[in-house]
C-alpha cells in the first residue's frame, strides 16, 4: 500500500466554541488556497483539556486556536511559550512541533495592531493617550501591544479595579488607573478609545459610557465583533469619531496560525470579510 501524506488537522478549543466565527475563516481559506486540510471546533472542557492536547497530535492535529476559558490554562500545558504569550499571561495559538512539543503563542496584540494599519493607516502611537476599557485577557494584548509600538500614555478602568491595577503593576507607569464609575474622564484628549470587555456582545448589556469628551476624528475600536456594529460604535461614530470593529483582528489573529499549520500565510482582505460574514 502507498503511504499517503497525513491531511493535516487544525481547530479551535473552547468551551462553549459553538459561536467561534475561526471555523468559517480558516475553512474558507483552506478552500481559497487549495489546501488539503481540516479545521474544527472542539468543544472541550476543562477537566480533559490536558489530556485531549496529548491525544491531538497523534490524532493527526498539527496546531489549534485557544479561545475562553483556556487561554490562560494552556500556557501550564506547554512546553514552549513564546515571551509575547508568557507576558500577556495568555496564549491563542497553539503549534504541535515534529518534535512531540506544544508551542504556545498569543497573537491577538498583532491582530489588533494590523487591523489598526488596515482600517486607521493615519493614526499612529505618537497621535496622543489610548483610553483602553477593561482588563481582561484581551486588554492585556492590546496593551503589551500598545506599549510595543511607543504609545505614550495609557489610561485604563476596569469594573474589578484590581485587576487594572494589577495590569498597571505588570506593565508600569505609563498605564494610568481610573475608576470605573470615572472612567468617561478618559476620553478627555485621547487619540484612540478600545472597549476590550465584553460588553455589547449578542447576549449581553451594551457598552454605555458617555461620550461627551469625545473628540471628532478620535479613532475608536471595538474588539467586540457579534454583532460588527456594537450600539458603542453607532453613538462613537454619530459623535464624529473614526470607527474600526473588531472583525479585523480577528481576521489578523489567525493569519500567523494558518501560516504555521498549512505552510501558506492566507491575505486578510475584503473576500476574507465577506466570507466569515456570509457564513
Ligand atoms: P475576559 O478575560 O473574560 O475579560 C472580560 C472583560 O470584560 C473584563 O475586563 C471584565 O471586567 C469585563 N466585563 C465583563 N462583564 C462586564 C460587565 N457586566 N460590566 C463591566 N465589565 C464587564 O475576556 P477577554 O478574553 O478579555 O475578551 C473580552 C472581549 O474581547 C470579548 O468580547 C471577546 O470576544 C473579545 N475579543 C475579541 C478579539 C478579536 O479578535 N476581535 C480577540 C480577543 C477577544 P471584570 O474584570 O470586572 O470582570
Known amino acids: 500500500m502507498t503511504d499517503l501524506p497525513r491531511i493535516p488537522l487544525a481547530g479551535v478549543i473552547g468551551h462553549p466554541v459553538a459561536h467561534s466565527r475561526s471555523p468559517a475563516l480558516h475553512g474558507y481559506w483552506l478552500r481559497r488556497y487549495g489546501i488539503k486540510g481540516h479545521y474544527i471546533p472542539l468543544d472541550i472542557g476543562q477537566a480533559d483539556l490536558k489530556e485531549a492536547l496529548h491525544a491531538m497530535p497523534k490524532l493527526g492535529f498539527v496546531g489549534v486556536n485557544v479561545t475562553i476559558p483556556h487561554k490562560e490554562t494552556v500556557l ?4 514552549v511559550v513564546t515571551d509575547r504569550a508568557a507576558l500577556i499571561g495568555a496564549a491563542n495559538t497553539l503549534i504541535f512541533r515534529k518534535d512531540g512539543l506544544i508551542h504556545a503563542d498569543n497573537t491577538d496584540g498583532a491582530g489588533f495592531m494590523a487591523n489598526l494599519r488596515q482600517y486607521a493607516p493615519h493614526w499612529t502611537a505618537q497621535s496622543g493617550p489610548a483610553a483602553v476599557f477593561g482588563a481582561g485577557g484581551a486588554a492585556r494584548a492590546v496593551i503589551v501591544a500598545l506599549i510595543e509600538v511607543g504609545c505614550p500614555e495609557i489610561r485604563l478602568a476596569n469594573r474589578t479595579r484590581p485587576r487594572a491595577e494589577s495590569l498597571r503593576n ?3 507607569t505609563k498605564l494610568q488607573v481610573y475608576d470605573w464609575v470615572q472612567a468617561a474622564n478618559m476620553l478627555e484628549g485621547a487619540a484612540l478609545v478600545v472597549n476590550t470587555t465584553s460588553l455589547g456582545m449578542t447576549g449581553k448589556p451594551d457598552f454605555r459610557v458617555p461620550l461627551d469628551a469625545l473628540q471628532p476624528g478620535t479613532l475608536v475600536i471595538d474588539l467586540v465583533y457579534t454583532p460588527l456594529a456594537t450600539q458603542f460604535l453607532i453613538e462613537a461614530q454619530d459623535r ?6 473588531g472583525l479585523g483582528m480577528l481576521l489578523h489573529q489567525a493569519a500567523p496560525g494558518f501560516e504555521r499549520w498549512f505552510n501558506h500565510r492566507p491575505e486578510v482582505d475584503d473576500a476574507t470579510r465577506a466570507a466569515v460574514l456570509g457564513a
Open 76 to 79: 501550564a500545558l506547554a512546553d
Open 170 to 172: 505588570d506593565f508600569g
Open 240 to 245: 464624529g469619531a473614526h470607527i474600526v470593529d
